[in-house]
Each structure stands twice: as structure tokens, then as C-alpha cells.
């Protein structure tokens, strides 16, 4: 086996925060690696749309912005690693990374951007309609705004389902709540809101079981999970509030998360429970989950990794 690849810094992912955190990797000198992970561009390569990132008066789709971040860092010096990682090793110094392909690689500071990923119902045409943007998506707040003065449909019984239905009745016509059971497992202050919403039609135990439409949501098929009989539903979007997993399982027993996975920083940082680690964007951050806030966060790890190196070199 050949010998690792060593680097001063390795950041890990590539979506807004990986790339943002290369960028002020890279103009501090420091001449950063990024392992792009199997989604190189994270979730916004799966985003028809994005209007709401400072920058774009006039919008940009989720690839072309990807793209320009990674031009950017690149301009800067940044080194592009087509691979995944699969096994960390943050017992010691240099801390160490085996990616998919074999490969091994050093590095003495390490930035984790490696995001979460969106639960989807693994429904054949779901799939196939949020890849093509075609009115499947998994974030209301980035994609609401599409479907003013539509009926569109929600997957989900939690506090995000209840917060996605009620921020989608600001533009939609109508919101179908869909949920599997006959109760919610929603905060009870959630509850109150969503069933008193005049915009919000509750559909108790059901569940999708087909997406229809060719190019875009036309409908669904949902099953009743009491007696098994089927209907019909006309909506021209859907939005799953199911849940996300953050892709943090190859640090499981070195890095301290929560109970659902998310990397814990300490306050006002995001430093991880090992030093010379840093974590930003989605795998850190349960509540906000936007393409912004994911950036900010990358330029403060590469901040922090920044002025760690230079503790350890003084």
C-alpha cells in the first residue's frame, strides 16, 4: 500500500459549507483538500430553484450555484477529491481518513461538512420527480415559494411537519397534512396551531403509496392504514418533514453528537469535543438546515482551523 497523502488541512464535503470553508482555507495559505463525498455539491445539486441566497437577485439553480463555489475554491489553490470517506481515525495526530477508493489520507486539521440527508419515502416515481425538480422536495422554506396559490401535500406527524404545513399556508391555497397514525407526535402548542389552521386539511392514517405524474405532481395515491382501501389526492407539490439523517455515522464513538446523530460544537464555535476537528453546515446543525447558514458556518470552521494551526505552530 502506498504511503498516505498527507495534508495541512482536509475538509470533508462539498456542499455550501465544505466549499465556503475552503475558500478561506485556501486564502489563508493553507491549501486545502476537499473529499466531495457520493454527492459532490450536497443537496443543493438536487435543487430546481434557489432564490433566497444573498447574492442572486434573480435566482440560481442549486447545480450552477454548486459549480461557481467550486470554481472559487479552486481559484484559490483547492485540491478536489472525487472519493467518499468511509473510516476516520481521530485517535491521533495526524488524524487519519480512508476513502472509498482506498486511498488514505493525513491531515493535522480536519473540517467535517459532510450534511444530512433528507428521509424520502424510496417511492420509484418520488424519486424520480425530486431529482428532476419535478414538485418533490424535502424543504418548504427553499421551495414554498414555487407553489403560491397551489394545493400542495405533507408527509409527517412531528413539529417540522406542523412548522413546513403552516409556512406553506402563507402562499398555498390549501395544505394536505399527511400522517401515517391518528394522533401526532408534534408538541401539543404545534398541534393547536395545525389543526386550527383554516388552510390545513388533516388526513389521518394514511400514507402515500404513489407519486402521480409524468413531469410534475399531479397527485398522489394514499392508502388508508386502518382498512387498506385506496383514494386519490389532487396536489401539484410535495413536501416530506419525515426527518433527517446527518452523515456522520463513520465518527460514531470519537466525536460526541446528539442522540439523532448530529455532531455537537462547542457554543460559539465549531469545534467538536477533539481538537484540531471542526464540524459545519447540516452535520451540525438540526434546526436551520439552509444553504446560508451552512456557509457561515464553513467560514467559521476554516476561521477556527486557521487559528488553531497556527496555536500549535507557535
Request: aromatic share 6%; glycine share 12%; charged share 25%.
Amino acid at each position: 500500500m502506498s504511503d498516505p497523502v498527507h495534508r495541512k488541512v482536509i475538509i470533508l464535503g462539498s456542499g455550501p459549507a465544505g466549499y465556503t470553508a475552503a475558500i478561506y482555507t485556501a486564502r489563508a495559505n493553507l491549501a486545502p483538500l476537499v473529499i466531495t463525498g457520493n454527492e459532490p455539491g450536497g443537496q443543493l445539486m438536487t435543487t430546481t430553484d434557489v432564490e433566497n441566497y444573498p447574492g442572486y437577485p434573480k435566482g440560481v439553480t442549486g447545480p450552477d450555484m454548486m459549480e461557481e463555489l467550486r470554481e472559487q475554491a479552486e481559484r484559490f489553490g483547492t485540491e478536489i477529491h472525487y472519493d467518499m470517506g468511509v473510516r476516520a481515525d481521530l485517535s491521533k495526530r495526524p488524524f487519519e481518513l480512508e476513502v472509498d477508493g482506498g486511498e488514505i489520507f493525513t491531515c493535522d486539521a480536519l473540517i467535517i461538512s459532510t450534511g444530512a440527508s433528507a428521509k424520502y419515502l424510496g417511492l420509484p416515481n418520488e424519486q424520480r420527480l425530486q431529482k428532476s425538480g419535478g414538485g418533490v422536495t424535502a424543504c418548504a422554506t427553499c421551495d414554498g415559494h414555487f407553489y403560491s396559490g397551489q394545493e400542495v401535500a405533507v408527509v409527517g406527524g412531528g413539529d417540522t411537519a406542523m412548522e413546513e404545513a403552516q409556512f406553506l399556508t402563507r402562499m398555498c391555497k390549501k395544505v394536505h397534512l399527511i400522517h401515517r397514525r391518528d394522533e401526532f407526535r408534534a408538541s401539543k402548542i404545534m398541534q393547536k396551531r395545525t389543526l386550527e389552521n383554516p388552510k390545513i386539511e388533516v388526513h389521518w392514517n394514511r400514507a402515500v403509496k404513489d407519486v402521480l405524474g409524468k413531469d410534475r405532481v399531479e397527485g398522489l395515491v394514499l392508502e388508508n392504514t386502518v382498512d387498506g382501501s385506496s383514494e386519490e389526492l389532487v396536489c401539484t407539490g410535495l413536501f416530506l418533514a419525515i426527518g433527517h439523517v446527518p452523515n456522520s455515522k463513520i465518527f460514531a464513538g470519537q466525536l460526541d453528537m446528539n442522540e439523532t446523530g448530529y455532531l455537537e460544537v462547542k457554543p460559539g464555535s465549531t469545534a467538536t469535543n477533539i481538537a484540531g476537528v471542526f464540524a459545519a453546515g447540516d452535520v451540525a446543525d438540526h434546526v436551520y438546515r439552509q444553504a446560508v447558514t451552512a456557509a457561515g458556518t464553513g467560514c467559521m470552521a476554516a476561521i477556527d482551523a486557521e487559528r488553531w494551526l497556527a496555536e500549535q505552530e507557535g
